[in-house]
């Protein structure tokens, strides 16, 4: 096996076992973008709330992939 078939196979496992990952309708076009603009409106929300007590909220660190 290369390492492609390798990493596939453990992506294709972690997602048969994994019960809290999101699922998309193919039918609904727009479930990506729902999905997105919930996702925003909840960090917006944190970050006001932290805003206002005055903890401070973490910043996105980026992309996490290796550099070329």
């Known amino acids: 096996m290369t390492d492609e078939d390798i990493e596939a196979e453990w992506w294709a496992y ?3 076992e994994s019960k809290s990952s999101v699922e998309f309708d ?3 076009e727009n479930a990506a973008n729902d999905y997105l603009a919930q ?3 909840e960090a917006e ?3 006001a709330a932290a805003a ?3 903890t401070q909220v973490a ?4 992309d996490w992939g290796p550099e070329e």
């Open 39 to 41: 996702i925003t409106a």
């Open 59 to 62: 910043e996105d660190p980026g």
């Open 14 to 16: 972690h997602y048969q």
């Open 26 to 28: 193919d039918d609904d």
């Open 52 to 54: 206002e007590g005055g």
């Open 45 to 47: 929300a944190e970050e």
